[in-house]
């Protein structure tokens, strides 16, 4: 079994940074990692994912350019770095892992996070 625990979230004005951070616990070797986000009344949207084997990222192409995926192997930890913010980004940020980055990336991972919320406003 996997845990995941997001954190980093909060509170930013257009323009400004965050960092997200999910930590992987449990049988976490070897796990191919991303980041989707979710509105209320919308459905869950991808955003960024990273193959263990590479350490290659995909991106969606709202966030491109912007975001930026990483992953610490030796701490089983998935980074997101968000810059240039808008408040249309403003979503619950989940973290998701399974054994092959295509299952990550097509939303059908089998662990998931808790979410952490991310709110962009002046």
């Known amino acids: 079994q996997v845990q995941l625990v997001e954190s980093g979230g909060g509170l930013v004005q257009p323009g400004g940074s965050l960092r997200l951070a999910c930590a992987a616990s449990g049988r976490a070797f070897g796990l191919s990692m991303g980041w989707f986000r979710q509105v209320p009344g919308k459905e869950r949207e991808f955003v960024a994912a990273?193959?263990?084997?590479?350490?290659?990222?995909d991106y969606a192409d709202s966030v491109e350019g912007r975001f930026t995926a990483s992953m610490d192997n030796a701490k089983n930890t998935l980074y997101l770095q968000m810059n240039n913010l808008k408040p249309e980004d403003t979503a619950v940020y989940y973290c998701a892992a399974d054994s092959r980055a295509p299952t990550v990336v097509s939303g059908e991972a089998r662990y998931w996070g808790q979410g952490t919320q991310v709110t962009v406003s002046s």
């Open positions: 990273v193959g263990w084997s590479l350490g290659i990222a």
